[in-house]
Nanobody, 117 residues
Framework: QVQLVESGGGLVQPGGSLRLSCAAS??????????MGWFRQAPGKEREFVTH????????YYADSVKGRFTISRDNAKNTVYLQMNSLKPEDTAVYYC????????WGQGTQVTVSS
């Protein structure tokens, strides 16, 4: 099984930036052979897809709501996936989670992102 630990969240003003990290431990071999994704859950809403990245990192896909503002990347040597978030908006406020693209593993604790002035 893989354990996922998200970090890097915080309070930021609209227009600001944050960089989230997702570190995997446990059966680390599985992480490098999986497409990985970021998901988020806003208060009172269901968890939603944000972005995913292919195993090699060569292909990415974004939800329309974050396209052009967020960038996903990965470092397979470090078993880590990143999410660079720029031009943040209040509607980006949520708990952010990572998982395989197919949501193979148990969810981690997530990291809270709050965008507010």
């Amino acid at each position: 099984q893989v354990q996922l630990v998200e970090s890097g969240g915080g309070l930021v003003q609209p227009g600001g930036s944050l960089r989230l990290s997702c570190a995997a431990s446990g059966h680390t071999f599985s992480v490098s052979t999986n497409a990985m994704g970021w998901f988020r859950q806003a208060p009172g809403k269901e968890r939603e897809f944000v972005t995913h990245i292919s195993r090699s990192g060569g292909n990415t896909y974004y939800a329309d709501s974050v396209k052009g503002r967020f960038t996903i990347s990965r470092d397979n040597a470090k078993n880590t996936v990143y999410l660079q978030m720029n031009s943040l908006k209040p509607e980006d406020t949520a708990v952010y989670y990572c998982n395989s693209r197919e949501i193979t593993w148990s969810w981690g604790q997530g990291t809270q992102v709050t965008v507010s002035s």
